[in-house]
């Protein structure tokens, strides 16, 4: 069994690029930049950043282009793929991407979050919202474990 699955949490490095291919589907390319942090033997706090070529096929690519810019938050879910090809100078060039299968927008930057958004973290815009997604709301009733019908 073979399993080619990629998931990436990060923030554009660059506008989406949008262009179409001779049979009219969409292509967006994009860069995405994740970090990881973690302390090294000496207890010294160490950091790395490593860059994702995305690309991002029909009516999801063009989505992807309307909406989000350099600095957008974004989770990308699809599969690692290489592709080659023979350079203008003669060159062997080689190019790894994730190919997206979804591609889900993260917390606005500029403090606008979604209202879903706002319903995990518990903030509320004004007193009319609905409450956080995680509060429950327990009955006031005693259940008889007997009324259980398994």
């Known amino acids: 069994m073979y399993f080619n699955r990629a998931i990436i949490i990060g923030n554009l490095t660059r506008d989406p690029e949008l262009r179409s291919l001779s049979s009219g589907v969409q292509v967006t390319t994009m860069g995405v930049a994740t970090n990881r942090v973690w302390k090294d ?3 010294a706090k160490q950091e790395s950043t490593d860059y994702h070529n995305v ?3 029909g009516r999801q690519a063009e989505t992807t282009a309307q909406y989000l810019r350099k600095g957008s938050s974004v989770l990308v879910e699809g599969r690692m793929q290489t592709r080659s090809w023979d350079a203008a100078d003669g060159t062997k060039k080689y190019r790894t991407e994730v190919v997206a299968d979804r ?3 993260g917390p606005r930057r500029d ?5 879903a958004a706002k319903a995990v ?3 509320l815009a004004d007193t ?3 409450p956080p997604a ?6 006031e009733d ?4 007997d009324d259980i019908p398994f």
């Open 41 to 43: 033997k000496a207890g």
């Open 55 to 57: 690309v991002v096929f």
């Open 103 to 105: 591609i889900q927008f």
């Open 111 to 115: 403090g606008a979050a979604p209202s």
């Open 121 to 123: 973290t518990g903030e």
């Open 128 to 130: 009319n919202d609905v």
């Open 134 to 139: 995680d509060a429950i709301d327990y009955p």
């Open 142 to 145: 005693n259940v008889n474990v």
